[in-house]
């Protein structure tokens, strides 16, 4: 038996330092105009790498799955996870004669990132490239970015929704990543309504960021919020209690937990009634999760990149649950964990052990401030989290 599956979007990044002043020119990715930058990092990217790695710089014992390319760039990963541990890229599938996945990230200071992705491989991935006796073995199944993988979300998702029944007949907790679908594309004109309909019964911990959910299930009322504040001004702009609907809708769609990343905001956790047992990655005192509602701050650090935030974030509240942390200790773990990332530019290296990130957060380290200006919130001061008014 061992801990964490998993599964889903492989990549390679390729990550340019993009200096201050750089960032800054009006020259700055204007049509026609070269802007100096500096050396690039080249790491795997995706939730197969992010969160993958993110756990297993925890302490956790993972296995990855994905389809990689046959080609120098689809090579890539492959090297880079080899170099961590072997264990990492056993299972992992060549999909021949397809190229390598790949993403430009752009990622300025003081700036949220912006993508430029190839697919690759991923749009082929599907249920049968996940080994059954690894089901069979693991405690907890993770998944990341179907937005980004055509199978998953072409003929209403039933791939998508294939993968987590065996999942859960097999007996594992199961937990959901997802991305940001790309309005130009066939993955944002899916619709992803139905498609969570159909999957989120099989699913114990469901974890997109608040954007994807907003746009997900009300695309009409996300368009015309960005189209009057910004993009940059979304999170901030939604309430607490707009957060929570959100989170109640995905509840009533099936899902057993509900933790949704705020960016600088922290973390929103929501969980239901949860009559069953979640698995073999379910929680040690079960009770202590039923009907949670809470909101964990950020941490302070000084920002290089905010590229695997959520990735490493999602890591941090897995290795929580399966180590036998309550909630409240989940949730900090969790926004510990990517407040570590974001103090490097790449997608992990920031990640530390998991008794070292305890041993900061017990330390004292400050939090950003983070009121929650809504009826029914309270401070609760020893675990430096918000309750809110559905915490029973």
Not at 26 to 50: C, K, Q, R, W
Not at 207 to 233: R, T
Not at 243 to 265: C, F, N, T
């Amino acid at each position: 038996m061992f801990d964490v599956l998993v599964a889903g979007h492989l990549c390679v990044d390729i990550i340019p330092e993009i200096p201050p002043a750089s960032a800054r020119s009006d020259s700055f990715l204007a049509p026609g105009h070269l802007t100096e930058v500096g050396a690039a990092v080249i790491s795997t990217g995706g939730a197969v790498s992010n969160t993958g790695l993110a756990l297993h710089r925890l302490g956790l014992d993972v296995r990855l799955v994905a389809r990689i390319g046959d080609d120098h760039i689809g090579q890539l990963p492959y090297r880079i996870l080899e170099a961590r541990s072997e264990k990492l890229v056993q299972d992992l599938a060549i999909a021949q004669g397809e190229g390598g996945s790949y993403t430009l990230v752009i990622n300025p200071p003081g700036v949220d990132r912006t993508f430029l992705h190839y697919p690759g491989p991923n749009d082929t991935f599907g249920p049968d490239d996940i080994p059954v006796p690894l089901l069979d073995t693991t405690r907890l199944f993770h998944f990341g970015y179907p937005p980004a993988m055509r199978r998953m979300y072409v003929d209403g998702g039933r791939a998508l929704a294939t993968i987590f029944r065996d999942a859960k007949e097999h007996g594992t907790t199961t937990s959901l990543d997802m991305a940001m679908p790309d309005p130009s594309r066939p993955s944002g004109r899916a619709d992803w309504r139905s498609i969570l309909a159909r999957t989120l019964p099989y699913v114990d911990i469901f974890a997109p960021s608040v954007e994807e959910l907003f746009y997900m299930l009300h695309k009409n009322e996300y368009n015309e919020m960005v189209n009057s504040i910004g993009q940059d001004g979304l999170i901030e702009a939604l309430a607490p209690g707009r957060i929570a609907s959100l989170a109640q809708e995905a509840l009533s769609l099936g899902a057993a937990i509900v933790m949704l990343k705020l960016g600088h905001r922290g973390l929103y956790m929501r969980s239901g009634k949860i009559e069953d047992d979640l698995g073999r990655g379910t929680p040690t005192s079960l009770k202590n999760w039923r009907e949670r509602e809470l909101w964990a701050p950020c941490f302070k650090v000084e920002v290089a990149g905010t590229v695997g935030a959520g990735d490493t974030t999602i890591a941090g509240f897995l290795g929580g649950l399966l180590r036998g942390q309550t909630p409240e200790g989940a949730a900090t773990s969790a926004v510990a964990v990517g407040a570590c990332n974001v103090e490097t530019a790449d997608a992990t290296s920031g990640v530390r052990p998991w008794d070292v990130t305890q041993a900061r957060i017990q330390a004292g380290w400050p939090r950003l401030e983070a009121h929650v200006d809504a009826p029914g919130w309270d401070w609760d001061t020893e675990k430096g989290i918000w309750r809110g008014p559905h915490d029973h």
